[in-house]
Nanobody, 121 residues
Framework: VQLQAFGGGLVQAGGSLRLSCADSGRTVSRYVMGWFRQAPGKEREFVAAITWTGSNIVHANSVKGRFTISRDNAKSAVFLQMNSLKPEDSAVYYC???????????????WGQGTQVTVSS
């Protein structure tokens, strides 16, 4: 599994971004996929996760109703649609692959390099 996240950028509050995470090894369809974020000086925070079938999806309370995780196993990709962005959403966003549906980052085995999201007020 070789994950690469992209799609970050600078956006005004209230705007939208769509993050993508692709697996060059094309094996991500076997895994639970998660999105996490980490702001400077803070711990890595769970954002959302989705099982390999897409039948079970969890979003953190802080993003529920604004962010949506989805996946396309045919493309070995997972996405995070982020709407109504707030300055507090600013962070480096990471995608991860694991075997367990969980919000605990230590349970994920593979990580992408991260993509910066900055929301201006």
């Amino acid at each position: 599994v070789q994950l690469q996240a992209f799609g970050g950028g600078l956006v005004q509050a209230g705007g939208s971004l769509r993050l993508s995470c692709a697996d060059s090894g094309r094996t991500v369809s076997r895994y639970v996929m998660g999105w996490f974020r980490q702001a400077p000086g803070k711990e890595r925070e769970f954002v959302a996760a989705i099982t390999w079938t897409g039948s079970n999806i969890v979003h953190a309370n802080s993003v529920k109703g604004r962010f949506t995780i989805s996946r396309d196993n045919a493309k070995s990709a997972v996405f995070l649609q982020m709407n109504s962005l707030k300055p507090e959403d600013s962070a480096v966003y990471y995608c991860a692959a694991g075997s367990t549906m969980t919000g605990e980052p230590t349970r994920y085995e593979y990580w992408g390099q991260g993509t910066q999201v900055t929301v201006s007020s």
